[in-house]
């Protein structure tokens, strides 16, 4: 039997952890990215790829070079990173750093192993809600919003690019979800967003390719 490959990113920890326990327990073979690893990531992964900075060119492309030959039938840019910017007290760098992961980070990565994904594969960015302009009604989060509202943009581009090749591509909020980067705050357990979010992506085809989604099903605002 052909193996189904699942590629995803930021998976030492977190969401992106619990994704790649979840693939592999269902029979993908799982290839964890990150900069990383972990005892966890190395228990459920078939295969690990750490030293990974989505940010470098560099980087990225020793990924594609160590991923060269494998069908990805999965891409799953999860790598995010959220810091706290307020208005009097923004941290200009900080918000440049959050673009680079959050928006630039899924994109070349995207393009650098797009080629690698056959028709029928699929691409899932985890983006947010805080991303949506017309759900932000309590401000702050300057660069978070705006990295995550920029790889909405990104994504829907990409789904009608990558379209025409067979490839379905979808913009996913995971919830509020208890992680580190929530420092434990959230409202749902990774367990039960990946739960939504896997359910999400094995709905995702070429008819609603390019949608923004809520990992409990509902179509977002952008």
């Known amino acids: 039997m052909k193996k189904r490959v699942v590629v995803i990113t930021g998976a030492n920890r977190g969401i992106g952890l619990e994704l790649a326990q979840h693939y592999s327990h269902v029979g993908r073979y799982v290839i964890g990215v990150c900069r990383q690893t972990s005892g966890e990531l190395e228990a459920a992964a078939a295969r690990v790829i750490e030293h990974v900075d989505v940010t470098s060119g560099e980087s990225v492309a020793r990924l594609a070079g160590a991923l060269a030959g494998e069908r990805i039938d999965l891409l799953i840019n999860n790598a995010g990173l959220l810091q706290e910017n307020e208005l009097g007290c923004i941290d200009f760098d900080s918000l440049r750093i959050q673009m680079e992961v959050n928006a630039y ?13 056959p028709v029928g594969g699929k691409i899932a960015n985890i983006s947010s809600v805080l991303g949506s302009i017309a759900r932000n009604d309590f401000g702050a989060r300057y660069g978070y919003r705006a990295s995550k509202a920029a790889l909405n943009a990104f994504g829907k581009s990409l789904s009608v690019d990558l379209k025409p090749r067979g490839i379905a591509v979808a913009q996913l909020h995971p919830g509020y979800v208890q992680t580190g980067m929530t420092k434990g705050s959230g409202e749902i357990t990774t367990t039960e967003s990946v739960e939504g979010l896997t359910a999400r992506i094995a709905a995702l085809n070429l008819q609603n390719t390019g949608s923004f989604w809520h990992q409990r099903g509902e179509l977002l605002p952008w």
């Open 105 to 117: 980070g899924p994109l070349r990565v995207t393009e650098a192993l797009m080629s690698l994904i």
